[in-house]
Antibody
């Protein structure tokens, strides 16, 4: 059974760094893209970017390029989303999801990680 | 960027009645390979999004047949033939034909 299990909620201050995780199981991690989707409070879904763990090729939506870093660790079947300097506007739920290129479709989703940035 | 506009943004429906959600794109979503990458997701209250329909009209495994997708070019529709209580939540379309890929703003379906 495919599962994506995300790390727990985080409360951070502006300017702090953060790395959240998404652990995959039930499939060959290096053979599928994984993406990240943002949902700001009371708002819709935003496509952030994807990574292919097999070779770490990464694609960012222009809105998120330079704002976050997506990475993956093949040894632990885990994808990451990180910030070097958080802003209050980064407060959101972040979902990881497996991306299926032939269908341009997220087929499995994690449970979401709530990130709260407040002074 | 391709702008994807959903309507209505709020959809009150009586149980057992049909519902229809529109998704319109600012450019044709027919990709160079002939496919149209327009997908639909459901997000129930307090849950992660869930896949529903891919490439306009293909219902995913386990999705009830009361859900159907249709459309072409720039105009697409998600229909629920008879709304049930478990259908409450938000519905999003996602276009995967033009980079950067973009979601619609979402439609909230509620029971009247």
């Amino acid at each position: 059974e495919v599962q994506l299990v995300q790390s727990g909620a985080e409360v951070k201050k502006p300017g702090e760094s953060l790395k959240i995780s998404c652990k995959a199981s039930g499939y060959t991690f290096t053979s599928w893209w994984i993406g990240w989707v943002r949902q700001m409070p009371g708002k819709g879904l935003e496509w952030m970017g994807i990574i292919y763990p097999g070779d770490s090729e990464t694609r960012y939506s222009p809105s998120f390029q330079g704002q976050v870093t997506i990475s993956a660790d093949k040894s632990t079947d885990t994808a990451y989303l990180q910030w070097s300097s958080l802003k209050a506007s980064d407060t959101a739920i972040y979902y990881c999801a497996r991306w299926w290129p032939p269908l341009r479709y997220f087929d499995y989703w994690g449970q979401g990680t709530l990130v709260t940035v407040s002074s | 960027d391709v702008v994807v506009t959903q309507s209505p943004l709020s959809l009150p429906v009586t149980l057992g009645q049909p519902a229809s959600i529109s998704c319109r794109s600012s450019q044709s979503l027919v990709y160079s390979d002939g496919n149209t990458y327009l997908n639909w997701f459901q997000q129930r209250p307090g849950q992660s999004p869930r896949r529903l329909i891919y490439k306009v009209s293909n219902r995913d495994a386990g999705v009830p047949d009361r859900f159907s997708g249709s459309g072409s070019g720039t105009d697409f529709t998600l229909k629920i033939s008879r709304v049930e209580a478990e259908d409450v939540g938000f519905y999003y379309c996602l276009q995967g034909s033009h980079w950067p890929y973009t979601f619609g703003q979402g439609t909230k379906l509620e029971i009247k």
